[in-house]
């Protein structure tokens, strides 16, 4: 069975501070891992994915196998990053992802 | 067109109603998603359209019923909704049903009054 855990439900920091945003799974292959992002009243969009090691907005996610972690980070948080953030996980034995319950980032002026 | 567009946004409708949700994405995609989704809650997976064939149904009740009637564009019947099936309702498309991340509509927000 897959499983996702995001332990944090909401995240709150200051603009300009360091944010990580935590995410762990559960899986016996070899998982793929993604983050979501979900502004307020706007859809939600595919932030990154594991497999492509790329960089946005300023964020990024190392998956770390040994500790079966895939967290979020970004130096320098920004207002405009307040937003729902959900971790998500594909197996390859079923491709239908399995979604974190979500962290709440609030990012204050 | 890199977008998945959802009609109608906004949708109030009585309990004994019929009404349909719509989704529409010209990207080529032949994978297609409803999934449903609460306030400040992951989205839960309805049901999944592979090659417009129904390939998964989580145990859905049979008063949302899907249909694809092309690669391009998939309904969502509702019929004798309850008032706890209120929620936001997204589609989603990739590629195939594979692992390289989804396209998401806006969604259609349903309140069953």
């Known amino acids: 069975a897959q499983r996702v855990t995001q332990p944090e439900k909401l995240l709150s920091v200051f603009k300009g501070a360091p944010v990580e945003l935590k995410c762990n799974y559960s899986?016996?292959?070899?998982?793929?891992l993604f983050w979501y992002v979900q502004y307020s009243r706007q859809r939600l969009q595919l932030l990154l994915r594991?497999?492509s090691r790329e960089s946005i907005k300023g964020f990024t996610a190392d998956l770390n196998k040994g500790e079966t972690s895939f967290h979020l980070k970004k130096p320098f948080a920004q207002e405009e990053d307040s937003a729902m953030y959900y971790c998500?996980?594909?197996?390859?034995?079923?491709?239908?992802?399995?979604f974190g319950r979500g962290t709440s980032l609030i990012v204050h002026p | 067109d890199t977008e998945v567009t959802q009609t109608p946004k906004h949708l109030v409708m009585g309990m004994t109603n019929k009404k349909s949700l719509k989704c529409e994405q010209h990207?080529?995609?032949?994978?297609m998603y409803w999934y449903k989704q609460k306030a400040k809650k992951p989205p839960e997976l309805m049901f999944v359209?592979?090659?417009?064939?129904?390939?998964i149904n989580e145990s859905v009740p049979s008063r949302f019923s899907p249909e694809c009637p092309n690669s391009s564009l998939l309904n969502l019947h509702l019929h004798a909704l309850q008032p706890e099936d209120s929620a936001l309702y997204l589609c989603?498309?990739?590629?195939?049903?594979?692992?390289?991340?989804?396209?998401f509509g806006s969604g259609t927000r349903l309140t069953v009054v």
């Open positions: 989603a498309s990739s590629q195939e049903m594979n692992s390289y991340g989804y396209t």
């Open positions: 899986y016996s292959g070899s998982p793929e």
């Open positions: 594991h497999i």
């Open positions: 998500a996980l594909s197996g390859r034995g079923s491709y239908i992802p399995t």
């Open positions: 990207m080529g995609h032949r994978a």
């Open positions: 359209y592979s090659y417009e064939k129904l390939s």
